[in-house]
Every structure is written in C-alpha cells, then in structure tokens.
C-alpha cells in the first residue's frame, strides 16, 4: 500500500475480497487447518485495513474501505465448508 501511495501519490481504496474454502467437514477438519481459513478469510481483511486506514489518517482526508463477503455468511455454508462460512 505505501509503495501505491509512493508511486502515485495517494492511496484512496482498498478492497478485501479472499476467501478460501477447504472441502471437509467440521470432523475432518483440523485445529491447523482451521487457523489457516480463519487467518487466510478474516485476518488478512483486518490487517490489510488497518494498514490502509494508517495511510488514509495521514493523509488527512479518509479514504474507503469496501469489504466483499459471502452469501454462506447469511445463509450458512455448504456442506463441508464451515470455516468458509463463519
């Protein structure tokens, strides 16, 4: 983000969109990878806008931050994709 900030002066938007879905059910699924969907779907969304919102304060006048989710958040996931869903 700073090296988009560096390059073109400003940094105004950032979109969270990852998502990973691992295929098992909540008995298949491990402690391991359970922290990886979670680090991988949630985490990476809170640190990318943390750092972004870090950039936007300095400069003085905001900026956006649009968050794209799922369905499965609402709905509930498909089969075999609980740590996609949460």
């Known amino acids: 983000m700073r090296r988009i900030r ?16 691992l295929s098992k059910t909540i008995f298949e699924t491990t402690p391991d990878e359970w922290d990886d969907i979670l680090r991988s779907n949630m985490t990476s969304a809170f640190v990318c806008s943390k750092a972004a919102l870090e950039i936007f304060r300095a400069q003085g ?11 499965a958040g609402q709905r ?10 949460a």
């Open 6 to 21: 560096d390059r073109h002066g400003r940094f105004d938007i950032l979109v969270n969109n990852a998502g990973v879905l």
């Open 61 to 71: 006048d905001g900026g956006r931050i649009i968050m794209i989710g799922s369905l």
């Open 76 to 85: 509930g996931a498909p089969a075999g994709a609980v740590g996609y869903g």
